[in-house]
C-alpha cells in the first residue's frame, strides 16, 4: 500500500462519521425539543384521576357544625386545557349538589373549591369529572 493511497479511505471514514454524527445529534435535538414541548408522543398518558377534598367552611346557616366543609377536587392526567365537567353524589344522594366545571392547566392538573358543600361527618361525598370518580369517604369532622 502506497502513501499516496492511505488518505482517501481515511477521508470517506470521516465524511461518514462527520454525516452519522449531525443526523444523530440533528434527531436528538428534535427529540429534546418535541418532549419540551410536550408533544402528544412524550406526554405520559396518565389514567384521569379525581381526588375530593374538603374546603374551607360556608358559613352557611343549611349547614351548621364542624363537619359541614365546600366539596374540593384535584384533577390529575386530564387533557391539557381542558374544562371538565364534575357531577357529585354523596351519602344523601346526588340532588342537593350542582354540577361544576373545573378547568385543567398545561400539565392536565386542576385543583379547586366548589360551590357545593356538604355536612355528615358519616357520610361520604363522590364526584365524577369526565370518565373519572373520586370520593372521600368518610366525610370527617374539622
Known amino acids: 500500500m502506497s502513501s499516496a493511497e492511505s488518505p482517501t479511505p481515511l477521508k470517506r471514514t470521516s465524511a461518514i462519521v462527520t454525516l452519522v454524527a449531525t443526523v444523530v ?3 436528538l435535538a428534535y427529540l429534546s425539543l418535541a418532549a419540551a414541548v410536550k408533544w402528544p408522543p412524550f ?11 374538603r374546603g374551607g367552611p360556608p358559613q352557611n346557616p343549611n349547614c351548621p357544625g364542624s363537619a359541614c366543609a365546600y366539596v374540593g377536587l384535584q384533577l390529575t392526567g386530564f387533557t391539557p386545557g381542558s374544562a371538565v365537567r364534575c357531577t357529585f353524589d354523596s351519602a344523601e344522594g346526588p340532588t342537593f349538589f350542582g354540577a361544576y366545571t373545573a378547568t385543567v392547566d398545561e400539565d392536565g392538573n386542576g385543583r379547586a373549591v366548589t360551590t357545593n358543600y ?3 361527618p358519616q357520610g361520604w361525598v363522590s364526584a365524577t369529572c ?7 369517604n368518610p366525610w370527617g369532622d374539622s
Not at 43 to 53: D, E, N, R, W
Not at 130 to 136: H, V
Open 25 to 27: 445529534g440533528t434527531v
Open 43 to 53: 406526554q405520559a398518558s396518565a389514567t384521569p384521576t379525581v381526588t375530593v377534598f
Open 118 to 120: 356538604y355536612g355528615q
Open 130 to 136: 369526565g370518565e373519572a370518580t373520586g370520593a372521600l
